[in-house]
Nanobody
Framework: QVQLAEPGGGSPETGGSLRLSCAVS????????IAWSHQAPVTEREVLLG??????STYHNPSVAGRFIISEGGDIVYLQMNGLKPEDSEMYYC?????????????????????WGQGTQVTVSS
């Protein structure tokens, strides 16, 4: 069973930066799409960025393009958040799906991901 964990989180100030980590353990298949998503208390989960493990291709939701960056190092997938805003204060989750040709056109669909971390809280102060 693949496990994902998002230790950390934090409480940065508006305009600040924060780096989240997703530690992946267990059986890792070749051709995985690892994604970061967030969810506000009264909203549905939204997938923000993805990275394909074969070639490192990245995928970006326009809402965070230019501010958030996804990267990978070993068995850890990072979410670098810059220019943080109070509205970024949400739970952040990493997830994994099996794919053979990139993350796919449906990469932003939360239901397509097979494994999820427990999430970590980010609170951006005003």
């Amino acid at each position: 069973q693949v496990q994902l964990a998002e230790p950390g989180g934090g409480s940065p100030e508006t305009g600040g930066s924060l780096r989240l980590s997703c530690a992946v353990s267990g059986y890792i298949i070749r051709g995985a799409c690892i994604a970061w998503s967030h969810q506000a208390p009264v909203t549905e989960r939204e997938v923000l960025l993805g990275i394909y493990t074969i070639d490192g291709s990245t995928y970006h939701n326009p809402s965070v393009a230019g501010r958030f960056i996804i990267s990978e190092g070993g068995d850890i997938v990072y979410l670098q958040m810059n220019g943080l805003k109070p509205e970024d204060s949400e739970m952040y989750y990493c997830a994994r799906r099996w794919r053979w040709r990139g993350c796919g056109a449906d990469w932003q669909g939360p239901d397509g991901y097979e494994d999820w971390g427990q999430g970590t809280q980010v609170t951006v102060s005003s």
